[in-house]
């Protein structure tokens, strides 16, 4: 999954202002305890940060 699909995916979960603030301030466990901001800038692989988002905010499944 490429970045601008992700992010396109964020926006359409919380919409365009509330998913950069999702990202930036919600600490998920299926993360290692990091915002979603950390683990993109570690490097994790955006899919896997996906599925993690999906999880943690119980994401109905033809989203995912």
């Given at each position: 999954?490429?970045?601008?699909?992700?992010?396109?995916?964020?926006?359409?979960?919380?919409?365009?202002?509330?998913?950069?603030?999702?990202?930036?301030?919600?600490?998920?466990?299926?993360?290692?305890?990091?915002?979603?901001?950390?683990?993109?800038?570690?490097?994790?692989d955006?899919?896997?940060?996906?599925r993690?988002?999906?999880?943690?905010?119980?994401?109905?499944?033809?989203?995912?």
């Amino acid at each position: 999954m490429r970045l601008s699909e992700f992010w396109e995916r964020m926006e359409l979960q919380f919409g365009a202002g509330y998913a950069t603030s999702v990202a930036a301030d919600q600490v998920i466990p299926q993360l290692g305890g990091r915002t979603i901001q950390q683990a993109l800038a570690d490097g994790e692989d955006t899919k896997w940060v996906w599925r993690a988002v999906c999880q943690a905010f119980d994401i109905p499944a033809k989203m995912r």
